[in-house]
């Protein structure tokens, strides 16, 4: 899977294994620099959006690199199938999602990626686009990817700016499809960057995020899932329930005066930490530590993880 072409993403190797799968997943793939060193018989496909997708056919049009890439599966003379997933901007909010009997999401918004994988992705924005004549920004991918087995699934962020300085928000729809499954216990991981330490003027940050606007984010699905609970407690007010127990879809009292603990279960990788090209310190590290502290601070209850080169991280 690839959430945006720029080089830093597609240059070098590293991959997603996913635990009881027996596939791997290509996030961060050597598709450039190793794209002549694979066996004829050793084909990848790249799962992405169209724009993504398009950009990488540039790459491999034979001028800047060999022409290693082909969207016909019957040709023989490629490296990469070019594969396209259709990207939703939209969000269609479930609150049936909080009984977890019931189905997750409309089975056509994932689309098969492999055996027992299905992948749903949504466009984000990733700052300004290079093109001086488009007024929309560049566009990463957040990739939802579904244990068809299990039905569950984790999140994962490419590049992406904050909702509240892009020129074109997009993150909060995917909260908003994040959020009912949080409830229902079906989405546990979210992978997240956090390309800067704090203190980092908004107009350097290039389409990244800052540990306070992590946070920011954070809130933002809080709220989100704030508001599924309470619309959940008013449709069973109104459905004349007089049982006054309250369930575990409705808010604390701790809850309604805030988002204390919104977040408790989930865990937070952070992950596309910039160097410290002083090398000084470990940038990864510090930037890890400023989110966990901001996250104590609001106590929002989520469990925050520096993603580490060679982690194995289980979840399903």
């Given at each position: 899977m690839i959430t945006h072409a720029h080089l830093d993403h597609i240059r070098s190797m590293h991959s997603l294994l996913l635990?009881?799968?027996?596939t791997e997943l290509v996030y961060h793939s050597g598709l450039v620099l190793s794209a002549g060193s694979l066996p004829a018989t050793q084909k990848r496909r790249i799962a992405a959006i169209d724009s993504v997708l398009h950009n990488l056919e540039s790459v491999f049009s034979g001028h800047l690199w060999p022409k290693l890439a082909n969207w016909q599966e019957d040709e023989d003379k490629h490296t990469y199938l070019l594969t396209r997933y259709a990207s939703f901007p939209f969000h269609i909010r479930v609150i049936h999602l909080l009984t977890p009997?019931?189905?997750?999401?409309?089975?056509?918004?994932?689309q098969p990626l492999c055996p027992?994988?299905?992948?749903?992705?949504?466009?984000i924005s990733h700052g300004t686009s290079s093109d001086p004549s488009s007024s929309e920004p560049y566009e990463s991918t957040a990739f939802f990817?579904?244990?068809?087995?299990?039905?569950?699934?984790?999140?994962?962020?490419?590049d992406v700016e904050p909702d509240s300085i892009s020129i074109q928000p997009r993150t909060h729809l995917v909260w908003k499809e994040a959020a009912p499954l949080?409830?229902?216990?079906?989405?546990?991981?979210?992978?997240?960057?956090?390309?800067?330490?704090?203190?980092?003027?908004?107009?350097?940050l290039?389409?990244?995020?800052?540990?306070s606007y992590v946070v920011e984010e954070l809130e933002a699905l809080a709220d989100e899932i704030i508001a599924l609970r309470s619309d959940s407690h008013s449709n069973s007010n109104s459905s004349g329930s007089d049982s006054t127990t309250p369930t575990t879809t409705l808010l604390s009292?701790?809850?309604?005066?805030?988002?204390?603990?919104?977040?408790?279960g989930v865990t937070l990788y952070i992950i596309h930490c910039k160097a410290n090209l002083k090398g000084s310190?470990?940038?990864?590290?510090?930037?890890?530590?400023?989110?966990?502290?901001?996250?104590?601070?609001?106590?929002?209850?989520?469990?925050?993880?520096?993603?580490?080169?060679?982690m194995c991280i289980g979840m399903w």
């Open positions: 635990p009881n799968i027996h009997s019931l189905p997750s999401l409309s089975q056509s918004q994932y027992n994988v299905s992948i749903r992705p949504m466009l990817v579904r244990n068809d087995t299990t039905s569950h699934e984790f999140l994962f962020f490419g949080i409830l229902a216990q079906r989405l546990s991981a979210i992978f997240l960057e956090c390309s800067w330490p704090e203190g980092r003027k908004d107009e350097q290039y389409g990244h995020l800052s540990p009292e701790k809850e309604v005066n805030g988002r204390s603990g919104v977040l408790s310190c470990d940038q990864s590290v510090i930037i890890a530590e400023q989110v966990e502290g901001l996250v104590r601070e609001r106590n929002l209850g989520v469990e925050v993880v520096c993603v580490k080169q060679g």
